[in-house]
């Protein structure tokens, strides 16, 4: 069974930096585009980040471009983001999300596995 579980998250002051994690247990783990989406209360659910299968790409929202940055291990199976310089408005559930593809989507409803989400808040 295709399971994501993110971890990393917590409390931070606004201009800090938190590290997430999203284990994956999926076949064939390399072949899949890796992303992460991020939903604050009573906001629908946003495009983060995303990166290719082959790792040779990634895809940022406005929002965070600059200040985030995603990577994968192929070997650990393994997804990260690394973000610097948060802001309150970044404060959210930040969820990890797997598409088998040949390219990078940033629409939610092209991702079909999902990790249940870690609450980042980050305090002005």
């Known amino acids: 069974q295709a399971q994501l579980a993110e971890s990393g998250g917590g409390l931070a002051q606004a201009g800090g930096s938190l590290r997430l994690t999203c284990a994956a247990s999926?076949?064939?783990?390399?072949?899949?585009?890796m992303a992460w989406f991020r939903q604050a209360p009573g906001q629908e659910r946003e495009f983060v980040a995303a990166i290719h299968w082959s790792g040779a790409t990634t895809h940022y929202a406005d929002a965070v471009r600059g200040r985030f940055t995603i990577s994968r291990d192929n070997v650990k199976n393994t997804v990260y983001l690394q973000m610097n310089s948060l802001f309150p408005e970044d404060t959210a559930v930040y969820y990890c999300?797997?598409?088998?593809?040949?390219?990078?989507?940033?629409?939610?409803?092209?991702?079909?596995?999902w990790g249940q989400g870690t609450q980042v808040t980050v305090s002005s």
């Open positions: 999300a797997a598409d088998q593809a040949s390219y990078i989507h940033v629409e939610r409803t092209m991702y079909n596995i």
């Open positions: 999926i076949r064939n783990f390399r072949s899949y585009t």
